[in-house]
């Protein structure tokens, strides 16, 4: 048997993650010049000013290897978060712990449950742990918390949720997450994905670090949240899960002692306190949307309420507008991988682009009619 006859079917049969061109090549490609991207619910405005002068002022430690505790990164969100410091694990962006979570969680032959049309990363870091997703539609473009809970058998390790979920932007709400979780045995890990936490402005949403414990019972929760989105450092790659200490000490083991790079721990601890950027931010974002959903409703086309800093809009044919909004030079996400053919996925950005982007969705929507 050679090596690779050994790699198993389910490593096989894994589709590679298809990433945007980088906008340089893009522009020489259309030959076009200018262009704004509106397809990955990156911050507008940029990192916290702060982060950036907290890195610039450090770049001469860069032969140094990274603080592999996050030390002071670590004492100061736990303050912030009202958590003690052994319920907390950083990783290299909020995906590399959903990965450290199904390694240490799930074994070959497992199950997850994740919804349909929920983040794909899910499904891909389960089947590349020999885990299978079992996946459990939408209802309304929101998870359906009682068929995820119906969906649950004896090989179910782990439960994903997004709170807002991407790409739909959509929440579920107290009493249908407190529902659900009466459901829900201690000995299933909830992974609650919220890296949109900090833009959902509904009363009756859930912050799943609250019910860590709840009702005096101890449900098994795992929290994660970023600094790729509020905090524009998505290039840094950095987030973080909050959970029981026992859950949160077994990825400690698993994972990599530098996983979390140093500049990334010097911007994340200065752009936690920078109220200024993470005020305007939230600002932009609300005049974005609204400005967004006027104009998308204008136009008549169908829109889904969304809670985040992107919406999903229903165009005709995705694939077509995405391809002739690029050649205008406004870069939004097709959403054929999440089985949403008639569907573009925009990000919030400055007044300035989301006024551009409707321009030129106008005319692309009048040239398709
Ligand atoms: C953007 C996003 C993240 C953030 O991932 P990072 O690895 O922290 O950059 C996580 N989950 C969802 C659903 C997202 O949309």
């Given at each position: 048997?050679?090596?690779?006859?050994?790699?198993?079917?389910?490593?096989?049969?894994?589709?590679?993650?298809?990433?945007?061109?980088?906008?340089?090549?893009?522009?020489?490609?259309?030959?076009?010049?200018?262009?704004?991207?509106?397809?990955?619910?990156?911050?507008?405005?940029?990192?916290?000013?702060?982060?950036?002068?907290?890195?610039?002022?450090?770049?001469?430690?860069?032969?140094?290897?990274?603080?592999?505790?996050?030390?002071?990164?670590?004492?100061?969100?736990?303050?912030?978060?009202?958590?003690?410091?052994?319920?907390?694990?950083?990783?290299?962006?909020?995906?590399?712990?959903?990965?450290?979570?199904?390694?240490?969680?799930?074994?070959?032959?497992?199950?997850?449950?994740v919804a349909h049309r929920a983040f794909v990363?899910y499904r891909?870091?389960?089947?590349?742990?020999?885990?299978?997703?079992?996946i459990v539609p939408l209802k309304d473009f929101t998870h359906d918390?009682?068929?995820?809970?119906?969906?649950?058998?004896?090989?179910?390790?782990?439960?994903f949720?997004a709170?807002p979920n991407n790409p739909t932007g959509t929440?579920?709400?107290?009493?249908?997450?407190?529902?659900?979780?009466?459901?829900?045995?201690?000995?299933?890990?909830?992974?609650?994905?919220?890296?949109?936490?900090?833009?959902?402005?509904?009363?009756?949403?859930?912050?799943?670090?609250?019910?860590?414990?709840?009702?005096?019972?101890?449900?098994?929760?795992?929290?994660?949240?970023?600094?790729?989105?509020?905090?524009?450092?998505?290039?840094?790659?950095?987030?973080?899960?909050?959970?029981?200490?026992?859950?949160?000490?077994?990825?400690?083991?698993?994972?990599?002692?530098?996983?979390?790079?140093?500049?990334?721990?010097?911007?994340?601890?200065?752009?936690?306190?920078?109220?200024?950027?993470?005020?305007?931010?939230?600002?932009?974002?609300?005049?974005?949307?609204?400005?967004?959903?006027?104009?998308?409703?204008?136009?008549?086309?169908?829109?889904v309420?969304?809670?985040?800093?992107?919406?999903l809009?229903?165009?005709?044919?995705?694939?077509?507008?995405?391809?002739?909004?690029?050649?205008?030079?406004?870069?939004?996400?097709?959403m054929g991988a999440y089985d949403l053919p008639d569907y573009?996925r925009?990000?919030?950005?400055?007044?300035?682009?989301?006024?551009?982007?409707?321009?030129?969705?106008?005319?692309?929507?009048?040239?398709?009619?």
């Amino acid at each position: 048997m050679s090596l690779l006859d050994r790699v198993p079917e389910y490593i096989r049969s894994l589709v590679p993650y298809e990433p945007g061109k980088p906008i340089e090549e893009v522009e020489r490609e259309y030959g076009i010049e200018g262009s704004i991207k509106l397809a990955s619910n990156e911050n507008p405005l940029g990192p916290s000013p702060k982060a950036v002068k907290a890195v610039a002022e450090r770049v001469s430690d860069l032969h140094l290897y990274p603080d592999g505790d996050s030390f002071y990164l670590k004492r100061a969100l736990a303050a912030k978060l009202g958590v003690s410091q052994d319920r907390l694990i950083f990783g290299n962006g909020s995906n590399e712990l959903i990965e450290l979570a199904v390694r240490t969680f799930m074994r070959p032959g497992d199950e997850a449950i994740v919804a349909h049309r929920a983040f794909v990363i899910y499904r891909l870091v389960v089947q590349a742990a020999g885990g299978a997703s079992k996946i459990v539609p939408l209802k309304d473009f929101t998870h359906d918390l009682e068929a995820m809970a119906q969906a649950i058998t004896p090989k179910t390790r782990v439960v994903f949720l997004a709170n807002p979920n991407n790409p739909t932007g959509t929440i579920y709400r107290r009493r249908e997450f407190e529902r659900f979780l009466e459901r829900i045995s201690a000995e299933i890990l909830l992974i609650v994905d919220e890296a949109y936490f900090e833009y959902v402005g509904d009363a009756d949403y859930p912050n799943s670090i609250a019910y860590q414990v709840y009702q005096g019972e101890g449900r098994t929760i795992l929290t994660l949240r970023t600094f790729s989105k509020l905090y524009g450092l998505a290039g840094l790659r950095i987030g973080y899960a909050v959970g029981p200490k026992e859950i949160v000490g077994l990825m400690q083991r698993v994972r990599q002692p530098f996983n979390v790079n140093a500049a990334a721990q010097w911007a994340a601890l200065a752009a936690l306190d920078d109220a200024e950027h993470i005020r305007r931010t939230l600002e932009v974002n609300r005049e974005g949307m609204e400005y967004l959903e006027r104009e998308v409703d204008k136009l008549g086309l169908k829109r889904v309420a969304s809670q985040a800093n992107f919406i999903l809009l229903r165009v005709g044919d995705g694939r077509a507008v995405f391809e002739k909004l690029l050649r205008r030079g406004v870069i939004v996400r097709p959403m054929g991988a999440y089985d949403l053919p008639d569907y573009i996925r925009v990000t919030v950005g400055t007044m300035m682009e989301n006024s551009r982007f409707i321009e030129e969705l106008k005319t692309v929507v009048k040239e398709n009619e």
